[in-house]
Antibody, heavy 118, light 107 residues
Framework: QLQLQESGPGLVKPSETLSLTCTVS??????????WGWIRQPPGKGLEWIGT???????YYDPSLKSRVTISVDTSKNQFSLKLSSVTAADTAVYYC??????????WGQGTLVTVSS | DVQMTQSPSSLSASVGDRVTITCRAS??????LNWYQQKAGKAPRLLIY???RLQSWVPSRFSGSGSGTDFTLTISSLQPEDFATYYC?????????FGQGTRLEIK
């Protein structure tokens, strides 16, 4: 059974970098059949897809966040990570990691709340 | 980027009602369309993938249909536990965009 688990600080100061890790169990992050992504949901709002990383290492980031986002994979640890720089209060959200592909079930982590505040 | 337009944004209905939520893509996405249910304070749960394939936990009163640009989620007979927010998501291409959500409330 595939499981994804987000981890990282729950509180980040303005202007600093938000760093989260998603640990994957029950499946290999190196599989060419899937891609891996980060999603966020600000309090009381809808879902936003932040970015995607493919098995080849190529990435796609939402244009509104592109200048601040980096997604990377660590195959030795079966993990992938999100870094979001220069955060503001607008980046306060529940952050989810997910595995997907076209036409297959998506698997999500349970999410982690990150609050940006001094 | 593929834009997903979901309607209605909110809906009031009664237990036993049949309800339909629609999702329209800004370009053709084949059947690469997921539906999620989200309850307050919880992570979204995948209901339907590939437009019409129900996840194992999903009751048969839920159904999905559509291909190309137009998709629907139908609940044939609303139950109390179905009142939640529903999102569509396309998995055709990055970014794997979501609709803005439909809040289903008790009338």
């Amino acid at each position: 059974q595939l499981q994804l688990q987000e981890s990282g600080p729950g509180l980040v100061k303005p202007s600093e970098t938000l760093s989260l890790t998603c640990t994957v169990s029950g499946g290999s992050i190196s599989s060419s059949d899937y891609y891996w992504g980060w999603i966020r949901q600000p309090p009381g709002k809808g879902l936003e897809w932040i970015g995607t990383i493919y098995y080849s290492g190529s990435t796609y980031y939402d244009p509104s966040l592109k200048s601040r986002v980096t997604i990377s994979v660590d195959t030795s640890k079966n993990q992938f990570s999100l870094k979001l720089s220069s955060v503001t209060a607008a980046d306060t959200a529940v952050y989810y990691c997910a595995r997907g592909c076209g036409g297959c079930p998506f698997y999500w982590g349970q999410g982690t709340l990150v609050t940006v505040s001094s | 980027d593929v834009q997903m337009t979901q309607s209605p944004s909110s809906l009031s209905a009664s237990v036993g009602d049949r309800v339909t939520i629609t999702c329209r893509a800004s370009q053709r996405i084949s059947n690469y369309l997921n539906w999620y249910q989200q309850k307050a304070g919880k992570a979204p749960r995948l209901l339907i993938y590939a437009a019409a394939r129900l996840q194992s936990w999903v009751p048969s009163r839920f159904s999905g249909s559509g291909s190309g640009t137009d998709f629907t989620l139908t609940i044939s007979s609303l139950q109390p536990e179905d009142f939640a927010t529903y999102y569509c998501q396309q998995s055709y291409g990055a970014p794997q965009t979501f609709g803005q959500g439909t809040r289903l409330e008790i009338k």
